[in-house]
């Protein structure tokens, strides 16, 4: 019998002695200190893995000051196969727990729970929420949306224990029979630097607990709180540079002034009272028709608009209004970004005359979420010309081959003096959760469509 051919010693694990192990091992000389911040680029699972190098690995792990439990693999199988979620929220939960009886660390750079959960966990994820204020958190971030997803359903939604910060129960905040006392724990909100609840029922009492109570923090992220009613970010000497607050359905207020905010994202811009902010530059709105985000925004913050230099709308439906629509002179803007539901062979060139006012664009990019596409054999219109002196790049998502993007691109090709780019995305065509054709067949018809149409000195790029 021939000899199994032997493997070349590069590639072969050797049994060797401790002390010849621990001469070549240099990284386990490095002080503890060190190879505690390189596990702190590791996930939690594989921080700990690393546990069973040897005995000098095995406590390191347990001083990383960031935990990271993002069980995004599970979130995928939970949101195809829904009765998953219970058993895997179980073993997410546990999971947790048995991590942070580990944990040793002082103080926490992160900690970050991305996974489906409800009010069933309320009185685990209060524990946790006491865990991390009590070694001085400063990015605490809580991610329970559905599947990964989707909103939670208001009455299972986890309830942020307002106790926790002193605070009474709130009016209008449900109580659920988990939620027990928790020491307030004053002195360790001082480091929080970024604050992020989804599906989280937190109230604007809490939320400005944070602003004026916590002098670090720049960055809130809200979405999908049914008991945030009213909430005033006011003051010069709040930190605040990005506030976030969407599908908030139960918001009646929101007013920002006097405070140097940066970025704002909100999807209830009907309920938005703007004044004094200075250093506002990039605002995202959605929610509503396009006319009623119009209407509500401009005899507000006409003022803010001459400031902008990123302005991201996402609307229903109501595109066609833009056509009709005049624009305040947006001289600052940079990037525009429209996001629409689309149906049939829906016009597109409304948002031309918001371009028409921004001489200074440089990036537009129209995002169509398909609800009944459908492509028809009309002839393509005109918009009106309109010369644009440093338009460099064009972006289409959801791009489906109709009459109306086509139209849209021909507008760009005669307009853009400096048109350097354009990308075009068909991949992103959902109808209810239902892709309308395959991606390569999308791809395939936006290059036969568009390559007669873009000369060879502008790059098209196609997803």
């Known amino acids: ?38 596990l702190s680029f590791l996930s939690v699972k594989e921080a700990a893995d690393t546990s069973v190098l040897s005995k000098r690995w095995l406590p390191l792990w347990r001083y990383v000051p960031r935990l990271d439990f993002d069980a995004t693999k599970q979130l995928g199988e939970v949101a195809v196969h829904e009765k998953l979620q219970k058993r895997y929220m179980k073993k997410y939960v546990r999971w947790v727990n048995r991590t942070l009886r580990m944990c040793k660390a002082q103080r926490l750079d ?44 208001s009455d299972y939604c986890y309830t942020f224990p ?44 809490v939320l400005e607990f944070f602003l004026h109570n916590c002098p670090f923090v720049e960055e809130m992220v809200v979405h999908g709180s049914g ?6 970010v006011v003051g010069p000497s709040l930190k605040l540079k990005h506030l976030e607050i969407w599908f908030c359905l139960g918001l009646k207020s929101l007013k920002i002034c006097d ?19 200075p250093m506002l530059i990039e605002v ?19 003022c803010i608009l001459s400031q902008l230099e990123v302005l991201k709308i996402h609307a229903y439906g109501g595109l066609e209004y833009l056509e009709h629509y005049k624009f305040p002179q947006l001289a600052k803007l940079k990037k525009f970004v429209v996001e629409v539901l689309a149906k049939e062979d829906m016009s597109v060139l409304g948002c031309t005359h918001v371009i028409g006012a921004a001489p200074q664009l440089k990036e537009f990019e129209l995002k169509l979420l398909w609800v009944d ?14 010369p644009l002196h440093h338009l460099k790049v064009l972006r289409l998502s959801g791009y489906y081959g109709r009459t109306s993007e086509v139209e849209l691109v021909r507008y760009f090709l005669e307009n853009a003096m400096v048109l350097e780019k354009i990308i075009v995305d068909p991949s992103t065509q959902y109808v209810h959760r239902h892709r309308v054709a395959p991606d390569e067949i999308l791809r395939n018809f936006a290059k036969l469509q568009l390559q007669g149409e873009v000369p060879p000195h502008i790059e098209l790029v196609i997803l």
């Not at 995202?284 to 005899?299: A, E, K, N, S």
């Open 1 to 38: 019998m021939a000899k199994r051919p032997q493997l070349s010693n590069n590639f072969a694990l050797k049994k060797c002695s401790r002390r010849a192990c621990t001469a070549k091992d240099r990284i386990s000389q490095l002080p503890d200190d060190i190879l505690v911040h390189i």
């Open 110 to 153: 992160l900690f970050r729970v991305r996974f489906d959960l409800n009010e069933l966990a309320q009185h685990d994820i209060d524990k946790w929420l006491e865990f991390a204020f009590s070694r001085q958190v400063q990015r605490l971030e809580l991610d329970l949306l559905e599947g990964g997803e989707r909103i939670q359903a």
């Open 162 to 205: 307002a106790q926790l910060l002193g605070l009474n129960h709130c009016a209008g905040q449900p109580q659920s029979n988990n939620v027990h006392k928790l020491p307030p724990l004053w002195y360790n909100f001082k480091s929080v630097k970024v604050l992020l609840f989804k599906s989280v029922h937190v109230t604007g009492e």
């Open 227 to 232: 008991t945030l009613v009213n909430l005033e």
């Open 259 to 277: 405070t140097n905010i940066v970025t704002l994202r909100t999807s209830s811009a009907h309920k938005l009272l703007l004044s004094n902010v």
């Open 284 to 302: 995202d709105v959605g929610g509503h028709p396009f006319r009623h985000i119009l209407d509500t925004i401009m005899p507000r913050g006409s």
């Open 373 to 386: 596409p459908s492509r028809s054999e009309r002839e393509c219109r005109k918009a009106v010309r309109c």
